[in-house]
């Protein structure tokens, strides 16, 4: 992703095509230490000070929920906060950075800001009393007493950031090091007050269990002219997002950063950022995955083999080992490549093109050379138009894309739930035995049955029970493990996978340790998004509304290759992941991508701009590789019924 520049005052623009200049600097004796700064408040607004005030602000805090948190408000002398707000706007450059995790404009490290540039002191003087301000120690002794925090250091941690419209900060518990207190000041506009249809409120989280957050956040604080947000630093427990903006011109300047404390938080194995870094299995435990009866059937054979050569010994095990070979020369060709009854079932569903030899041969070619490859127009119109069709009527009753502020509640119910936890993923997940009592009997929400083959269970009816049909009838049949196999040189033996929805303005997946991969996988995503026409498709095409797909690498240690991870953490992060591959979210195309040990990969926030929802069936299979014999025994013995030379 394009990291560029401009002034904070275009924030709300689409950024110029210039490339940043990095500074190297380090903590200047004036400005990474606030015991070296003069203390002066007179910025402050003195009321704040009070022991009456204090006293209230501290009983607020204490009490709320969904953990200690508050807001002080009016913070600054509204005049010079103004002038603050002026200068920043004028003077600073900001840095436009996308991950996984966020979309935000970031200006350099606040604290060493003098330093690196000593000829911008004279533009920027009332935003430096600020900094100094809110770093002095009347103002930590402030801090101190009204959170009941442990003693903070005078070391200064800031920095500026802008949300413009479709920004965001996906949910982490800011966990690093020594930061104790996190804080945001507001510098939204002053004279038109923000609203919560304008988006870029912070959420904050309840917890399930130390270290999971809910799927939903319980309460939101808008980004309020001259207020100042705080809250304490809880491993596994500190959950927070900065919601999209919706605003088309209001774009959320703030300056955040954090108090430290001399001692790093205890419980640091909840943490947001050790959980992302760590591998717990989840995705690719090979328990989760269905073996396909033939691979069944194959396995146990061999083991009987095995036996019989253990009972037989010697040269009798070489003798049953070449008669097994000869007699089962053509059954095992049979199930590596499609034959004629496959090739009939499949015409079913899918498009005639991908079902002929040359094709075949060519997306072969291509995943052989790629390891990846995206196959348009995979289902035929009949399906397509289907689910076409289905998916537009449930975001348009949903209000969901085109720019709607969304619902949280959106789409959930009728089999459709909402999957967590939050600082990994946040979509739904088809399940028809979660269809409540009162959907029984809608159309299309019952569970896949013995219908007609090429016909998806509930056609007509809901989105979900389509996309399920097709799930459980095509990919998860061995004749489209076959097809597979004949299209990537790889042997599907295994198979899981689900059935999502990315509604606008909500979901998301995070790349994470959790989810690396360990043994080779080919991952086949069916995608469907509105995008007829230029403009909704040029929206998905070049990304700008998030939804696709995208491959990083971990590092060779295993540690945190997740740059975007380790940026929300730090004032100012410089890293980029290692992109391998972004597949942009169109209708009705299959995405195979064999995907190797050490990577990762995600699901961009789907951005409430979004023509639709992101729709996918998402299958992973465990698979093996097919070497030249197996290609030989099938050039040989495929062609029978005149139908094997098709996929050779």
């Not at 709320?64 to 003077?91: F, I, N, S, W």
């Not at 496959?342 to 005639?352: G, I, M």
């Not at 009997?441 to 097709?470: M, N, V």
């Not at 509304?545 to 290759?561: K, L, M, P, V």
Request: aromatic fraction near 6%; proline fraction near 6%.
């Amino acid at each position: 992703r394009r990291i560029d520049r401009h002034r904070i005052h275009d924030s709300h623009k689409e950024p110029p095509d210039m490339t940043p200049k990095r500074q190297k600097t380090a903590h200047g004796e004036i400005s990474g230490n606030a015991a070296d700064v003069e203390a002066d408040v007179s910025i402050i607004n003195p009321e704040i000070f009070s022991p009456e005030v204090l006293a209230q602000y501290k009983s607020k805090y204490a009490d709320a929920k969904p953990y200690t948190h508050g807001v002080v408000t009016p913070l600054c002398d509204d005049a010079r906060l103004r002038t603050v707000q002026a200068e920043m706007r004028e003077h600073l450059t900001a840095n436009f950075k996308e991950t996984d995790l966020f979309k935000v404009l970031q200006t350099g490290d606040l604290v060493t800001i003098d330093k690196a540039d000593p000829s911008i002191v004279p533009k920027i003087p009332e935003l430096l009393k600020l900094r100094a301000a809110i770093y002095s120690p009347q103002f930590r002794a402030m801090v101190q007493e009204m959170t009941g925090c442990a003693p903070l250091t005078d070391r200064i941690d800031c920095s500026a950031n802008v949300y413009p419209r479709s920004g965001h900060l996906l949910c982490h518990d800011d966990v690093i090091g020594t930061r104790c207190i996190s804080y945001i000041i507001y510098l939204t506009d002053p004279d038109e007050g923000w609203t919560a249809g304008d988006g870029g409120a912070l959420e904050l989280y309840p917890v399930i269990e130390p270290g999971t957050p809910a799927v939903d956040p319980t309460t939101e604080l808008l980004p309020a002219w001259n207020s100042m947000a705080f809250f304490t630093v809880q491993p596994g427990r500190s959950f927070h997002s900065v919601q999209e903006v919706f605003a088309e011109d209001k774009p959320r300047l703030s300056i955040s950063g954090w108090y430290h404390a001399a001692e790093a938080p205890k419980g640091s194995e909840h943490a947001t950022l050790t959980q992302l870094q760590t591998r717990t299995g989840g995705d690719d435990d090979i328990e989760d995955f269905t073996p396909f009866p033939a691979a069944i059937a194959a396995i146990v054979k061999e083991a009987a083999a095995a036996e019989e050569d253990k009972k037989a010994g010697g040269g009798q095990a070489e003798k049953n080992e070449g008669d097994r070979e000869e007699h089962d020369e053509d059954e095992d060709c049979l199930q590596i490549w499609p034959d004629k009854e496959d090739l009939e079932y499949l015409a079913r569903w899918v498009n005639p093109e991908y079902l002929q030899a040359e094709n075949v041969l060519r997306i072969r070619a291509k995943m052989e050379e790629d390891s990846s490859v995206q196959l348009r127009e995979f289902l035929i119109p009949e399906h397509a138009a289907a689910i076409r069709a289905a998916t537009r009527v449930e975001d348009s009753g949903g209000a969901l894309g085109d720019g709607r502020v969304p619902n949280r509640e959106a789409g959930v119910g009728g089999g459709w739930v909402a999957v967590g936890p939050t600082h990994k993923q946040r979509y739904l997940a088809y399940d028809p035995g979660a269809v409540s009592d009162d959907s029984a009997g809608r159309p299309g929400e019952d569970e896949p049955g013995e219908d007609t083959p090429g016909r998806a269970k509930g056609e007509g009816g809901s989105a979900g029970a389509i996309l399920r049909a097709i799930r459980e009838e095509l990919f998860a049949s061995e004749p489209f493990a076959r097809l597979l196999a004949a299209m990537t040189n790889l042997r599907p033996t295994a198979y899981k996978g689900d059935v999502r929805r990315f509604r606008p303005g909500l979901d998301y997946t995070v790349a994470h340790h959790g989810i690396l991969t360990v043994d080779p996988r080919l991952d086949a995503t069916l995608c469907v998004v509105d995008d007829e026409g230029d403009i909704k498709s040029s929206a998905w095409d070049f990304g700008e509304c998030g939804g696709f797909e995208c491959y990083i690498a971990a590092d060779e240690e295993g540690d945190a290759a997740n740059a975007a991870t380790a940026a929300v953490y730090k004032a100012q992060g410089e890293d980029d992941e290692d992109e391998l591959l972004s597949v942009s979210a169109s209708f009705n195309t299959l995405s195979l991508v064999h995907r190797d040990e050490g990577l990762m990969r995600f699901v961009k926030y789907v951005s409430h701009l979004a023509p639709s929802s992101r729709w996918d069936v998402a299958m992973q299979y465990t698979v093996e590789g097919i070497d030249d014999s197996d290609e030989e025994e099938d050039d040989d013995g495929g062609e029978e019924d005149g139908e094997g030379e098709e996929l050779e």
